[in-house]
């Protein structure tokens, strides 16, 4: 196929939905808003679908100059689409998963106020994700990147009367900020050491020169490294994002599950050229992600609000993600990006269905029993748990069995103990993810106990199943999050493991280990045997003896608060990082340099011109003799001047 | 007889110093604006003698111009000072300070 795709279009045609609702969709009423953004999403998807179906004939990688953006010298920037297989991949879950959480925010928002608001944002959403995913260089891609956090915010805030949700969308925004840091620093030295920021042009000279290892290559990774773990929340910058679950449950399924954080996992695969010459930062990745899913994952242990148990698992699945990038297998990376992005997607979405099914809640506590009442959504989310925790043959499973295996026979020296510590983060995810299916659909419901608690606006009454709006996203997730997994396959199990071969272009070739297929087949039986020990402890504590838990919570009553507590990091991050800054802002900034020297300076200035200004108001004294002596005093100076002579002549005589 | 250009001149600038002075020392506005006019005037013979001197037409008629325009400020100026002694009952400068009528 010769002709231009118009990959142009992709990004384009949300953005043209943004500016439709955004603008006058306060006026329009609610179908309308309705129909526009769900065109504007549904076309990209079908160009996308139009486009991998026609995948095979297209000359890789394809690249589209739509017009040049910045010239500077030798350098030059330009608005330039690319796409490759991975671009492709990320594209179809991108426009896939954001069209059906479209149409489920049809049916979730519906009773809202600030609908189109709602719809624009999304939009806007869609346009930078879709800016990101395509761009042809960092810093279109740096547009993109600050585009979704734009949105990301907007989202987080969209309850803007809500104080919680206004601060968490700023702290979301604060913390990202640190991450782009990261990322320009990045871009800088890609500039300063390439002249480019073109992807195929910066790979190209790595690749023109393999005596480059570590050095400023390991500085521009590890800058990129800062920028993604403020994207794709992990440690250190991880905060933001249990607090970004204020926003509204399908923001937190599109933004903060699905696509935005998973742009981090994206950037690295996408750059792996500069990590795969620095082990130094492909260890710091491991490291990272590897703390990152444990860590998330023990906090997610004991959280209640059930939107908070996704968003820690959310955090310690990226740090899945990261581990297989830190292990040199990208392709494992963005199998399980594509996975997750379908199992999460519908574990949110699921979890808003109960939550709209109870009017509003969000505490597990006083859930309960809820399997009979909401029969679609107790299936849908069955699934996604299932494919979280790894089950056979789930998608999960595959992907992150993958990864485990990967990290496994990495040549890496730390590559058992990530193993290690991957395969006890599955079992504990297996365990949060039952704790959470059996507290909020079996046993007695306990909503009637609570009631008579304050937080009692009348749950408890009229539990109801969503409508068709909401659960045929659901379904389809659902069946996704089955079968999403089948086109990873390893051969070990008779599959061809299609996806890391249709990545091989942009990833390399995978890894094959020595020991060959039994080690795989080994190693999917423990964690498959991990994963079922997780089961049975959260059978055992929230199914069989539900008092069991409390009790276990008051034995070991320290560690359960340090976990309640998320290890205080929040307040760690408040007193380390957050309060200097601001007595430095508010003393030293905003006191000494504002006030002295911005405000004293313009004071300075005001009063100086005053001064001098009542000087010469003298002069104005409205007396016209004085002004005619003044005319005469001058016109005799020009006489004289004439006389003597002006300029040069005046001065050097 | 020809009388020298340089009487013309010295007669000019004693009747151009006289306005001058005049002009800074005299307080009621009537006198004021005729030191004006003689000053004007000491420009006009100027103009008139070396217009005689090098035989050009163009001093002759800068000198019209001049009369012209001395003649419209005429017209204003006397209309101020009408204005002015109506609002004040005064002509004299000094007290006529307040850049306002």
Redesign the interface.
Known sequence: MTSSLHLWLIPLVPFAGFLVNGLLGRRFPKALVTTVALIATLIPFVQVANIALHFSSLTLPYTEQVATWITAGNFHADFAFALDQLTLIMLLVVTGVGFLIHIYSVGYMAEEEGYWRFFAYLNLFMFFMLTLVLAENFLLMFVGWEGVGLASYLLIGFYLTKDSAANAGKKAFVVNRIGDFGFLLAMFLLIAHFGTLSFSEVFNQVAQHPEWQGGFLTAIALFLILGATGKSAQIPLYVWLPDAMEGPTPVSALIHAATMVTAGVYMVVRTHAIFDRSPFALSTIAVIGTATALFAATIGLVQTDIKRVLAYSTVSQLGYMFLACGVAAYSSGIFHLLTHAFFKALLFLSAGSVIHALGGEQDMRVMGGLRKKIPITFWTMTMAVLAICGVFPFAGFFSKDEILYQAFISPNGLGKILWFVGLLTAGLTSFYMFRLWYLTFFGESRAQAAAHDDHGHGHGHGVHESSWVMLTPLVILAILSVIGGWVGVPEAMGGHAEIAHFLSPVTGAAHEAAEGRSMELLLAAVSLSVAAIGWFIAHLMYFMKPELPAQLASKVRGIYLLLLNKYWVDQLYGAVVVAPILLISRYVLKGLFDTGVITGGGMAIGYSAQGLGALVQRVQSGNIRSYAGWLALGAAALLLLTYVGFGTHLLFR | MVVPIAYYLVLSAILFSIG?AA??IK?NIIS?FMSIELMLNAVNLTFVAFAHQWHQVSGQIFVFFVMVVAAAEAAVGLAIIIAIFRTRNTLD??H????KL
């Open positions: 001058v002009f800074l307080r004021i400068v000094d006529v300070d307040l850049m």
